[in-house]
């Protein structure tokens, strides 16, 4: 193998360099094989740029090399002959225009949960259980988890950075055992029978006709002891107010009939459990968005809330 070449040909840093295993043949100007050897930033630059140049022999490269716009399906990294595969590059280079296009890391932050908002809106109006629809809405999952997970990512593509830039794991990460998205993932606190990890909105259907107390894994329908958490921040979820909630929004047509769903309703509740019908009517009240999210828990998360304690009539008196 020939020699590498110890910097990038385009920004002449020593840092996080790759070449092509099969190095890059410049077809243009010569038929002898040249080593090109390039940073990842400014391969994804350049790649960003050229994503739809067609070269004269027709094809059209989605990851070029930033030398001789040669396509490349993988990449070799320098220093320890890691390989990184073309859906590795293509997810990097999804994430690199999305930080090209903000201002700032918390602006690029902002554009990917618009989209995200704005792609679930689209599919709650579209066919249910079509799985083509979801294509768009999981690749945003996955840059909104990358910025997340990585918050340095979008200082790193802007800048040439002076040290080894860390490998990102694209995946795999938890969804919903029963639907598979990756919205409101939950799992029983008591682990000791299921160790099955679900959304909300298949939590919710199996213990929508259970008592208030019970948790039913919809994967397996075991019973567990306690309640739920937030599979990624551990809050406890207070089943009893959720399903509370949940009852009231999907026997309303709106949000204004949710939010009076039980003064009508509060005669079938013993006295213990109508405090936790007044937490989920002063929810809706104080956070009308609540509503919308328990109507598409599949593609919408589900707002952080802090409950106050509600006090009934008979309490009052």
């Known amino acids: 193998m020939a020699n590498l070449p110890k910097a990038c040909a385009q920004c002449k840093t020593d840092k996080n360099l790759y070449h092509s295993p099969k190095y890059c043949t410049n077809r243009i100007r010569t038929w002898e ?76 932050m902002e554009r990917v949960a618009d989209s995200i908002a704005r792609q679930g809106k689209l599919l709650s109006l579209s066919i249910p259980f079509e799985k083509s629809n979801y294509r768009e809405l999981e690749l945003l999952m996955v840059v909104k988890r990358r910025f997340l997970r990585k918050p340095e990512t979008y200082a790193e593509y802007q800048n040439s950075v002076d040290y080894e830039m860390a490998w990102y794991d694209w995946g795999p990460f938890p969804k919903c055992e029963h639907c598979r998205t990756e919205h409101n993932i939950y799992q029983c606190v008591n682990k000791s029978e299921c160790k099955h990890i679900f959304c909300l909105r298949c939590l919710l259907s199996p213990v929508y006709d259970a008592r208030v107390d019970n948790v039913y894994c919809p994967v397996c329908n075991s019973y567990c002891a306690g309640t739920a958490e937030e599979y990624h921040t551990k809050a406890v979820l207070p089943l009893t107010v959720t399903k509370m909630l949940y009852m009231a929004v999907k026997a309303s047509w709106d949000i204004k009939e949710a939010q009076a769903y039980y003064t009508t309703q509060m005669d079938y509740y013993v006295l213990e459990d109508r405090r936790f019908a007044l937490q989920a009517t002063e929810r809706l009240l104080s956070q009308p968005e609540c509503y919308k999210a328990f109507k598409n828990l599949r593609v919408v998360d589900l707002p952080p809330y802090e409950y106050k304690e509600v006090l009934n009539e008979h309490e009052r008196t």
């Not at 994503?51 to 399906?73: D, H, Q, T």
């Not at 990294?77 to 890691?82: E, F, I, L, W």
Request: overall charge negative; hydrophobic content about 35%; charged content about 20%.
């Open 33 to 108: 094989e040249e080593p090109h050897v390039f940073c990842l930033r400014c391969l994804l630059r350049h790649s960003s740029y050229f994503n739809n140049y067609e070269s004269y022999w027709g094809y059209v490269a989605k990851i070029a090399c930033p030398c001789c716009r040669s396509a490349l399906f993988e990449i070799t990294h320098c220093a320890t002959g890691r390989v990184r595969p073309i859906d590795d590059l293509l997810m990097e280079l999804h994430v690199y225009e999305h930080c090209c296009k903000s201002a700032c890391a918390q602006l690029a």
